[in-house]
Antibody, heavy 120, light 107 residues
Framework: QVQLVESGGGVVQPGKSLRLSCAAS????????MHWVRQAPGKGLEWVAN????????YYADSVKGRFSISRDNSRSTLFLQMNTLSAEDTAIYYC?????????????WGIGTQVTVSS | DIQMTQSPSSLSASVGDRVTITCRAS??????LNWYQQKAGKAPKLLIY???NLQSGVPSRFSGSGSGTDFTLTVTSLQPEDVATYFC?????????FGQGTKLEIK
């Protein structure tokens, strides 16, 4: 069955960096676009970034553009999110999500999330 | 960016009731609208894609409708396990914005 398992979260000081990983299994990872979505404490969902199945193109929310970088290693079925210059506003649960294989973009499988806390 | 506005923000209904949640887009998005359910402490789950298509495994009491700027999620015969927060999400533009969520509770 499809599984997405995030890791790499933790407590980090403002201005520092963190790298999240999402290990995928149960499907052909290299055939699917992948996304990161975050949820601040008690708040709604915010799309963060996505990457095409080939890794050729990436897109970002304005709130993270220039600071975050999404990448993937299809040989290891793993998605990454490099987060630099972190601030308190980046505190959230970070989910990786698989993009459905249909003609439009929906997120048909999600990981359980990893908590990122930015605090001094 | 396209703004998504849900109403109401919270809702309380009785078991067996018919419940409707609305989602409005700041511009026309065709049928590029998805609905998710998020139970407390859990990851979101896809319910409806492309405005009206039921995701595999989702109970048939859930349905979606609408196009353009106005969309609805309907739950016929509300069940206790439907307690959750529901989010709409547009996929018309590459910044895939979500609505702010509707918290559904049982009376």
């Amino acid at each position: 069955q499809v599984q997405l398992v995030e890791s790499g979260g933790g407590v980090v000081q403002p201005g520092k960096s963190l790298r999240l990983s999402c290990a995928a299994s149960g499907f052909s990872f290299s055939n699917y676009g992948m996304h990161w979505v975050r949820q601040a404490p008690g708040k709604g969902l915010e799309w963060v970034a996505n990457i095409w199945s080939t890794g050729k193109n990436q897109y970002y929310a304005d709130s993270v553009k220039g600071r975050f970088s999404i990448s993937r290693d299809n040989s290891r079925s793993t998605l990454f999110l490099q987060m630099n210059t972190l601030s308190a506003e980046d505190t959230a649960i970070y989910y990786c999500a698989r993009e459905s294989s249909g003609t439009t973009v929906s997120f048909d499988f999600w990981g359980i999330g990893t908590q990122v806390t930015v605090s001094s | 960016d396209i703004q998504m506005t849900q109403s109401p923000s919270s809702l309380s209904a009785s078991v067996g009731d018919r419940v409707t949640i609305t989602c409005r887009a700041s511009q026309s998005i065709g049928y590029y609208l998805n609905w998710y359910q998020q139970k407390a402490g859990k990851a979101p789950k896809l319910l409806i894609y492309d405005a009206s298509n039921l995701q595999s495994g989702v109970p048939s009491r859930f349905s979606g409708s609408g196009s353009g700027t106005d969309f609805t999620l309907t739950v016929t015969s509300l069940q206790p396990e439907d307690v959750a927060t529901y989010f709409c999400q547009q996929s018309y533009s590459v910044v895939y914005t979500f609505g702010q969520g509707t918290k559904l509770e049982i009376k």
